[in-house]
């Protein structure tokens, strides 16, 4: 099982941003996926993010490509997503999850077995 600590989230202005900082125990990058989702109230689960393998490949759902960059820092054990150009759509609690890497599939696919979750963090997009 993987410890899994996000922080940073908070309530922020259309158009602003933020950065969401997911803390992990040691992970071998070679064999694992990370992947950011959110939840807004009355929605289904959705990926948002995810990075995986020692090259750190990166998918993005369609809605936030342009807007968002996940990115990782092996020597803390950390991933980050930045967020900016932030809207009203954006308000959810946003996880981060660990899966053991599928190595013909994007990080994003239903395949992967999503199983270490953190407690999440509420971002507020208001005026």
């Known amino acids: 099982q993987v410890h899994l600590v996000e922080s940073g989230g908070g309530l922020v202005q259309p158009g602003g941003s933020l950065r969401l900082s997911c803390a992990t125990s040691?992970?071998?990058?070679?064999?694992?996926?990370l992947a950011w989702f959110r939840q807004a109230p009355g929605k289904e689960r959705e990926g948002v993010s995810c990075?995986?393998?020692?090259?750190?490949?990166?998918h993005y759902l369609d809605s936030v490509k342009g807007r968002f960059t996940i990115s990782r820092d092996n020597t803390k054990n950390t991933v980050y997503l930045q967020m900016n150009s932030l809207n009203p759509e954006d308000t959810a609690v946003y996880y981060c999850?660990?899966?053991?890497?599928?190595?013909?599939?994007?990080?994003?696919?239903?395949?992967?077995?999503?199983?270490?979750w953190g407690q999440g963090t509420q971002v507020t997009v208001s005026s």
């Open positions: 999850a660990t899966a053991r890497l599928l190595f013909s599939y994007p990080c994003l696919s239903a395949l992967y077995d999503y199983n270490s």
């Open positions: 040691e992970l071998t990058w070679e064999y694992y996926a």
């Open positions: 990075i995986s393998g020692t090259e750190g490949s990166t």
